[in-house]
């Protein structure tokens, strides 16, 4: 779905940051991908996606660590 529609952004490019690119806050956000930079109604939109993102993150890295411990 398109998050940010100034400038093109979707929820799939901000996920994609968050797993190639090690983005983890809104000014990272907002200098890769101008997200909340112009009209600035999907700020909220984006922390959101932004937030999900990185808590997958942590449950991704959080599973090799538990079934090493096991
Ligand atoms: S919708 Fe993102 S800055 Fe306007």
Do not use: F
Request: with cysteine.
């Amino acid at each position: 779905m398109y998050v940010c529609l100034c400038h093109n952004v979707t929820d799939n490019d901000i996920r994609h940051l968050v797993r190639t690119e090690g983005v983890s806050s809104m000014r990272e956000l907002r200098n890769q991908l101008g997200v909340a930079t112009q009209c600035g109604k999907c700020a909220q939109c984006a922390r959101q996606v932004l937030n999900e993102a990185l808590a997958d993150m942590s449950a991704d890295a959080c599973c090799p660590s538990m079934m090493a411990a096991a």
